[in-house]
T-cell receptor, first 114, second 113 residues
Framework: DQQVKQNSPSLSVQEGRISILNCDYTNSMFDYFLWYKKYPAEGPTFLISISSIKDKNEDGRFTVFLNKSAKHLSLHIVPSQPGDSAVYFC?????????????FGKGTLLTVNP | ETGVTQSPTHLIKTRGQQVTLRCSSQSGHNTVSWYQQALGQGPQFIFQYYREEENGRGNFPPRFSGLQFPNYSSELNVNALELDDSALYLCASYAGSRPYEQYFGPGTRLTVT
């Protein structure tokens, strides 16, 4: 049973436009959500996160929105740049305690065309 | 500040063999987690080590085991390799004060034939 789902395997956008990557989750115990970016032959790179008590977090060109009632989050990249082309993973953490394991979606390949 | 490093980069093993993968955590990070990423999938949590003790485990059999050393570096050992163990193995580290910002190494690509 996949607790974190990224239903779009790929997304293609033009440079300068907005990229919107979506993620759904099923476990209401998750209390923190993260986005990671991954280039080929590299490990995932932490991008931005959001606590479940917030509905928006912004960092430069990147904004994450959380809709708890819908169990949905999205990552907005504005404006998109060719260097943003990568696989984006949505991840969630929860349950408290001392174990902050991350549960990942399958990823969305973003291609930003010049 | 040194990032997370992993060795080796690539490895080819035969079914039934044993393998050891290594990870050096980022400076100042005392917790290490290991993840398995199969082709086309997101990373899956294997286990986590804190203060040289395992303190969390995912749905992986006991033939997946690990160690953490006093300098916070870590090893992942897999016994009796199976074809399905072929994957990218990622190590992540974080500081206790910011547990949600986990920093990943480049991974070790394991191929089991």
């Amino acid at each position: 049973d996949q607790q974190v789902k990224q239903n779009s395997p790929s997304l293609s956008v033009q440079e300068g436009r907005i990229s919107i990557l979506n993620c759904d989750y099923t476990n209401s115990m998750f209390d923190y959500f993260l986005w990671y970016k991954k280039y080929p032959a590299e490990g995932p790179t932490f991008l931005i996160s959001i606590s479940s008590i917030k509905d928006k977090n912004e960092d430069g060109r990147f904004t994450v929105f959380l809709n708890k009632s819908a169990k949905h989050l999205s990552l907005h990249i504005v404006p998109s740049q060719p260097g943003d082309s990568a696989v984006y993973f949505c991840a969630a953490s929860g349950g408290g305690g001392s174990n902050y394991k991350l549960t990942f979606g399958k990823g969305t390949l973003l291609t930003v065309n010049p | 500040e040194t990032g997370v490093t992993q060795s080796p980069t690539h490895l080819i093993k035969t079914r039934g063999q044993q393998v050891t993968l290594r990870c050096s955590s980022q400076s100042g990070h005392n917790t290490v987690s290991w993840y398995q990423q199969a082709l086309g999938q997101g990373p899956q949590f294997i286990f986590q080590y804190y203060r040289e003790e395992e303190n969390g485990r995912g749905n992986f059999p006991p033939r997946f085991s690990g160690l953490q050393f006093p300098n916070y570096s870590s090893e992942l050992n897999v016994n009796a390799l199976e074809l399905d163990d072929s994957a990218l193995y990622l190590c992540a580290s974080y500081a206790g004060s910011r547990p949600y910002e986990q920093y990943f190494g480049p991974g070790t690509r394991l191929t089991v034939t």
